[in-house]
């Protein structure tokens, strides 16, 4: 899910791009050092950082009281993310052929036969290899379908027996949208000179300005936006010069789940006379 701490955390990994866009090894782009995080200043460090030798300059990124529930209508569940898969099954006549890589216990997999009008899934293991993966499937047709055998990674069925399809399915991730809510983000530039305070925020204003949306870790969107800017040099006395960026962020507030992909269905069919118990089942259906 997307909370107000993975906000500040994104809006400091792109203040510290910009302002260290060769990385954080290099040269600062406002040409004094800095430091980026989110949270409030601790003022001992803030005073021994603008005091040292070679000072250095601080920006927290820190949420302001004002927000707003922004919520507009509800979305439902939707897709996130799917998993690759790693797994291949490839029909020829009446043989299935196990291909591919065997996936990790992060990716797991279902492979399914389908034959004579109904599925054999089979839930692939880490431990599995390609023939261990047909052996399982060929185990679970010949139940059904005597003569079904595997010889290294290939299911092979009996003449009689009509192969139907071979799937393989994965996970993913679904995400639903509970709320949606702005929140007024303050930008705080404390630095040891009003030049290097103007240094660095003509290098993040410019950098924000410009960029509309952030992704956050659930790989939704955050709008944001410009809403002021205050400056003031009232701590003057301690060697602290001090601008403020204001921008509010619109951000979701998520729920996640895994969700796997359906690799056969099932119907089940009854008979019945209009307005007579009990349904009588005539047939189940697999597709």
């Known amino acids: 899910m997307a909370d107000l701490s993975d906000v500040l955390a994104v809006l400091a990994t792109t203040a510290a791009a910009a302002l260290y866009p060769n990385g954080s090894g290099q040269a600062c782009a406002a040409g004094v050092a800095c430091k980026v995080y989110p949270g409030w200043p601790n003022a001992l460090q803030l005073d021994t950082d ?12 820190y949420p302001l009281p004002a927000e707003r529930n922004t919520t507009r ?44 009008g109904k599925p054999y899934p089979y839930a692939v293991l880490v431990t599995d290899t390609l023939a ?31 192969l139907l399809a071979a799937r393989v399915g994965v996970t993913g991730t679904g995400l639903l949208e509970q709320r ?7 930008i705080g530039i404390w630095a040891n000179t ?43 006395k301690d060697c602290a010069f001090r601008r403020d960026l204001i921008y509010t962020v619109e951000y979701a507030t998520t729920l996640t789940e895994v969700e796997t992909q359906i690799t056969q269905e099932q119907l089940n069919v009854s008979a019945a006379v209009a307005g007579v118990l009990p349904y009588n089942p005539v047939a189940t259906v697999y597709g």
Not at 51 to 58: D, E, F, G, S, Y
Not at 134 to 160: C, R
Request: proline letters at 7%; charged letters at 10%.
């Open 50 to 61: 603008l005091r040292a030798a070679t000072p250095i300059c601080q920006v927290s990124i």
């Open 73 to 116: 209508y509800a979305l439902g569940w939707q897709q996130a993310s799917i998993n690759t898969a790693t797994l291949v099954l490839t029909m020829a006549g009446q043989a299935v052929t196990v291909g591919g890589a065997v996936p990790g216990a992060s990716n797991p997999h279902v492979v399914m036969i389908a034959a004579n």
């Open 132 to 162: 261990s993966i047909a052996t399982a499937l060929a185990a679970l047709v010949a139940v059904d379908i005597p003569g079904t055998t595997a010889a290294g990674p290939v299911v092979t069925l009996p003449n009689t027996a009509k």
């Open 180 to 186: 949606r809510q702005e929140r007024q983000i303050q």
């Open 194 to 236: 009003p030049a290097n305070r103007d240094a660095i925020s003509k290098v993040l204003d410019p950098v924000l300005a410009g960029q509309p949306f952030l992704t956050m870790p659930d790989n939704t969107g955050a709008r944001l936006r410009y809403v002021r800017s205050n400056m003031s040099d009232a701590l003057e």
